[in-house]
């Protein structure tokens, strides 16, 4: 693939990564087809860019498998008129397909490097519907919620309380599940249920675990 130009490599992502693994959705699959990926890491990973599994990009953060992210966006099921959360949006590709997808998302991050370089990659590829803010992951971003969806780019061991109430009634969140030592985390679907939330496992992913999102320690004395 590193001979192939990018247009063309973002083809056979499509065509032999996504829709493979069920990704049936016309409108996801435009959109992982249309945005840049290459523009999304730095200038010496583009060739690789389109490959089938997770990149490392700076601050700890990870370019998730297009696969295992084209399948969160459709079982997230984002309508046109949605107000998206991304959580974890590192240099902006999850929100850039968001974007594509949704009516308004809010990207959050806490490293300020990739808060600028993210609004600065959204900005030039026409992704004028997207704001990224610096924030605390575990936090959110109450101020501009409720959310119709949710989207936390990345794996967790846990996922605090404060962040599903952000959610409309009838607004969903996705992540891969990873408790601590677990070998596979499990991509799932938090939604309302009677007065809690409930998770629905959908499919095995080896996501890595974002550092805020880990399981605290317990100390035994």
């Known amino acids: 693939m590193n001979d192939i130009p990018f247009e063309t490599a973002r083809r056979i992502m499509v065509d032999c990564q996504i829709r ?6 016309t409108r996801v699959l435009a959109a992982f087809g249309s945005i840049p990926r290459e523009m999304f890491v730095s200038k010496h990973q583009r060739t690789i860019a389109h490959v089938d599994e997770d990149l490392p990009l700076p601050g700890g ?7 295992v992210l084209a399948r969160l966006a459709q079982s ?13 949006g590192a240099t902006g590709y999850g929100t850039a397909i968001m974007a594509q997808l949704a009516g308004t998302v809010i990207s959050i991050e806490t490293r ?5 370089k993210s609004q600065e990659t959204l900005v ?7 704001v990224v803010i610096k924030s605390r992951l575990c936090d959110g971003y109450k101020n501009e919620g409720p959310y119709d969806r949710i989207l936390i780019e990345g794996a967790v061991a846990q996922v605090p309380d404060k962040l599903l109430e952000q959610l409309t009634p009838k607004g ?8 601590s030592n ?3 985390g499990v991509a799932s679907l938090w ?4 007065d809690g939330f409930a998770r629905t496992p959908l499919f095995d992913a080896q996501t890595p675990v974002l550092e805020e999102f880990r399981a605290k320690q317990e100390f035994v004395f």
């Open 112 to 116: 300020a490097h990739l808060v600028e």
């Open 182 to 184: 677990a070998a596979v």
């Open 191 to 194: 939604c309302r249920s009677g």
């Open 124 to 130: 030039s590829i026409g992704a004028d519907n997207a």
């Open 20 to 25: 493979p693994t069920k990704v049936t959705d």
């Open 172 to 179: 969903k969140l996705i992540s891969v599940w990873r408790p």
């Open 76 to 88: 997230l099921d984002v309508r046109r008129n949605d107000h998206v959360l991304v959580i974890g």
């Open 61 to 67: 953060r990870w370019l998730m498998e297009p696969m």
